[in-house]
């Protein structure tokens, strides 16, 4: 069983930056494909990022493309997510989670997730 724990979230104005980090248990970390996720007061939980194995492939959604950074260290058990240029609409408590699954598009879809983390607030005041 893998379990996961993220922290870095906060409170950071309009423009500013956060580096979330997401540990996990386990020997198996490098097997699995991580993602983050996230939500927001009232809205659906949503794909935020994706990394493969390796780290050698990453996933954005399309709001966050040039701005957020998803990376891995396999020998910490960590994935990042760095998030640049914040906005407004960022708000939301941000989920990691690891993924078994091989399909290319698995990684987009939350029920393609077997372990999350208790998620991180991040707040962006303006």
């Known amino acids: 069983q893998v379990q996961l724990v993220e922290s870095g979230g906060g409170l950071v104005q309009v423009g500013g930056s956060l580096r979330l980090s997401c540990a996990a248990s386990g020997r198996t970390f490098s097997n699995y494909r991580m993602g983050w996720f996230r939500q927001a007061p009232g809205k659906e939980r949503e794909f935020v990022a994706a990394?493969?194995?390796?780290?050698?492939?990453?996933y954005y959604t399309d709001s966050v493309k040039g701005r957020f950074t998803i990376s891995r260290d396999n020998a910490k058990n960590t994935v990042y997510l760095q998030l640049n240029s914040l906005k407004p609409e960022d708000t939301a408590v941000y989920y990691c989670?690891?993924?078994?699954?091989?399909?290319?598009?698995?990684?987009?879809?939350?029920?393609?997730?077997?372990?999350w983390g208790q998620g991180t607030q991040v707040t962006v005041s303006s």
């Open positions: 989670a690891a993924s078994r699954s091989t399909a290319p598009s698995a990684i987009y879809y939350s029920d393609n997730y077997f372990a």
């Open positions: 990394i493969n194995w390796s780290g050698s492939s990453t």
